[in-house]
């Protein structure tokens, strides 16, 4: 099944403390990126990669990290989380064909900062 | 800035009613419009629109798209319980390479039986 996954689905953690929202996508897409989604803001684009070794920031890159050392997966990292943080996150793979493309979302992860 | 403005913000219709929703944008190097639709999980893909005037139709969902006056419109007619979400529209700007999307913050739909 054609799919994008991200673990953990729901994670709370304290200030401060590094983690990392993996992100993997078996469709073997170029394109992968990672929002962030906030009440009232819609989805905003943190960081995208058009294939690997490739990565451009979007619009709310602060605080963020990723890297792309193999085409199926698209680690965001969170050196330093703060509070302002706090969000639901989505992985993204999109695939391009003749009629356009089809961005394609993971499940999701709810961060907490404490 | 770039940005991209989806209203209204949020409607509550009857089972049967017709929806239309619109989204202008104004952004540099436009290059195209995508129509999602979301639930409680991860956004679905609907649409996407390239070229003005053109109108993508699946089933009860259209879209349309004006380049001249950037906006889209979404509609939904005969609306179902199953259409309560929230549609939201993204917009790619082409800097060089493509892949640039901004969203806008949706607007929630309720259709109520």
């Known amino acids: 099944e054609a799919q994008v996954t991200q673990n953990p689905r729901y994670l709370i953690t304290v200030t401060g403390k590094k983690l990392t929202v993996t992100c993997s996508q078996n469709?073997?897409?170029?394109?992968m990126s990672w929002y962030r989604q906030d009440p009232g803001l819609g989805l905003r684009q943190i960081y995208y990669s058009m294939n690997v070794e490739v990565t451009d920031k979007g619009d709310v890159p602060e605080g963020y990290k990723v890297s792309r050392k193999e085409k199926r997966n698209f680690p965001l990292i969170l050196e330093s989380p703060s509070p302002n943080q706090t969000s639901l996150y989505f992985c993204?793979?999109?695939?391009?064909?003749?009629?356009?493309?089809?961005?394609?979302f993971g499940p999701g992860t709810r961060l907490t900062v404490l | 800035e770039d940005k991209v403005v989806q209203s209204p913000l949020s409607l509550v219709v009857h089972e049967g009613d017709t929806v239309t929703l619109n989204c202008s944008y104004e952004?540099?190097?436009?290059?195209?419009l995508l129509w999602y639709k979301q639930e409680k999980k991860a956004p679905t893909f609907l649409f996407m629109l390239?070229?003005?005037?053109i109108e993508k139709k699946s089933g009860r969902l259209s879209s349309i798209l004006d380049k001249k006056e950037l906006f889209s419109i979404l509609n939904i007619t005969a609306t179902q319980t199953g259409d309560s979400a929230i549609y939201l529209c993204?917009?790619?700007?082409?800097?060089?390479?493509?892949?640039?999307?901004?969203f806008g913050a949706g607007t929630q739909v309720v259709v109520t039986p």
């Open positions: 469709m073997n897409h170029e394109y």
């Open positions: 993204a917009v790619e700007a082409a800097d060089g390479s493509w892949g640039k999307f901004q």
């Open positions: 390239t070229s003005s005037g």
């Open positions: 952004v540099t190097n436009f290059r195209s």
């Open positions: 993204a793979s999109i695939a391009s064909g003749d009629r356009g493309y089809t961005q394609y």
